[in-house]
T-cell receptor, first 113, second 108 residues
Framework: GAGVSQTPSNKVTEKGKYVELRCDPISGHTALYWYRQSLGQGPEFLIYFQGTGAADDSGLPNDRFFAVRPEGSVSTLKIQRTERGDSAVYLC???????????FGPGTRLLVL | GIQVEQSPPDLILQEGANSTLRCNFSDSVNNLQWFHQNPWGQLINLFYIPSGTKQNGRLSATTVATERYSLLYISSSQTTDSGVYFCAVGTSGSRLTFGEGTQLTVNP
């Protein structure tokens, strides 16, 4: 079956602009996660959804970052007033249930100029 | 929060060699996964192994939860095994905490 998909694959924006990153989880997976990976490092947790609600958003770096999952499937990560330090690969993962195997998408490479 | 340490940070092998990658963690876990990140950045699941031993072809993994470590074994390495190997652990919640990875290079 289809895996986790993310769009766009690459996003180039200018400092101060607003961006939205989309994640389509594996069908039937109730849990959805966002991570961020900087060059040469392991992914870092941002936020976790169980169904429509954010069960843990403690990894969001500041209030410029926000994520939604209104129907319990697709999720959008929103970044306001982008900064050059936001440049990274944003990874989405989904799992069948909390604590189960997490499957990752290919990521969105964000570059803020 | 939980600390995850992977060793070695870099490993260079000749094709056909065997290797062992180690992951130490600082607290009890209810989730442990090994991933291979290929040169295009895709994280590929290798094992979900919070405890015990599993094998999949040339790869196998063992987690000794009571001693807070996990090992990933790669036998008869191939050039396509090159990439970064990550260990990631989860505790009471669902978030995974990743180690810094082991960069593996397999030369022909």
């Amino acid at each position: 079956g289809a895996g986790v998909s993310q769009t766009p694959s690459n996003k180039v924006t200018e400092k101060g602009k607003y961006v939205e990153l989309r994640c389509d989880p594996i069908s039937g997976h109730t849990a959805l996660y966002w991570y961020r990976q900087s060059l040469g490092q392991g992914p870092e947790f941002l936020i976790y959804f169980q169904g429509t609600g954010a069960a843990d958003d403690s990894g969001l770096p500041n209030d410029r970052f926000f994520a939604v999952r209104p129907e319990g499937s697709v999720s959008t990560l929103k970044i306001q007033r982008t900064e050059r330090g936001d440049s990274a690969v944003y990874l989405c993962a989904s799992s069948q249930s909390e604590g189960a195997t997490q499957y990752f998408g290919p990521g969105t490479r964000l570059l803020v100029l | 929060g939980i600390q995850v340490e992977q060793s070695p940070p870099d490993l260079i092998l000749q094709e056909g060699a065997n290797s062992t990658l180690r992951c130490n963690f600082s607290d009890s876990v209810n989730n442990l996964q090994w991933f291979h990140q290929n040169p295009w950045g895709q994280l590929i699941n290798l094992f979900y192994i919070p405890s015990g031993t599993k094998q999949n072809g040339r790869l196998s993994a063992t987690t000794v939860a009571t001693e807070r470590y996990s090992l990933l074994y790669i036998s008869s390495s191939q050039t396509t095994d090159s990439g970064v190997y990550f260990c990631a652990v989860g505790t009471s919640g669902s978030r995974l905490t990743f180690g810094e990875g082991t960069q593996l290079t397999v030369n022909p």
